[in-house]
DNA sequence: TAACTGTATTAACTCAATTAGTACAGTTGC
DNA sequence: GCAACTGTACTAATTGAGTTAATACAGTTA
């Protein structure tokens, strides 16, 4: 279900928050569906089980998922997981906005290079 | 001539380096002007000199500064720091567009975003 | 009741970041 | 020449976030 990428240097409960939010936000894990519970994908993973508990606390902390107590942990209804991500990635772009402007470069031109720019 | 915040639990060399870079592309430190010595500076922060020296050895490498053995490090001439940070924020501007496409709002409208909220 | 859930807590382990100490070669001014 | 600077390189010790490990407790479900 996640592949961990060990080339990677990035704590291990960022690549799984990664993993399940762009499993959440691709819809191959659909609104309402149950994750895996914390111990199955800590076993799966071959990863503590502390490890994974830190990623789903966080990712319901961003409102990708939500966890019942006896029950498990749930993909967010109500379209949250896409509208935290947008949260996100809005706040990088205006970070980012601003770095360019410190440099001279403004909004509009940053406009440019997004429509001429084209990879 | 430069602060250190201690609220920012990211690496040292890191928060020389963005300091550094910030001054060099503010003009602050006007292009060919000699940097502190790498023992100067750490005595300055009171930071070891090897944090001070990986910080100068990578902002060379980025393009950002010329380190000269037996004479000192000074501010890249012929726009090279502005260059070096171009590349840097082109790179991070098209990892951004990449991150937007995957929730499915393409470059023209990421674009749109930077022209209307103008915070 | 048994077997699951999420959650919490404490202690040990790992490793990158940092400190500390030392050394060497090139530059500069006396 | 030489003293006092430079950048650079290397090894060893220390620190702290990330991680593992073990255990416990309360809610859910069949």
Redesign the pocket.
Known sequence: MIQINYHD??????KVKDSLRQLILSGALPEGDR??????LAVSL??????I??A??EL?QEGYIV???????FVARGGGARAARMAELKEKLSALAAEFEAVGVSRAEMADMLKEEKP
């Open positions: 240097s990035r704590p291990i409960y960022e994750l895996p519970s914390v111990r199955e071959t990863i503590n089980p502390n490890t508990q830190r789903y606390r319901e966890s019942v107590p006896g029950k498990g942990s």
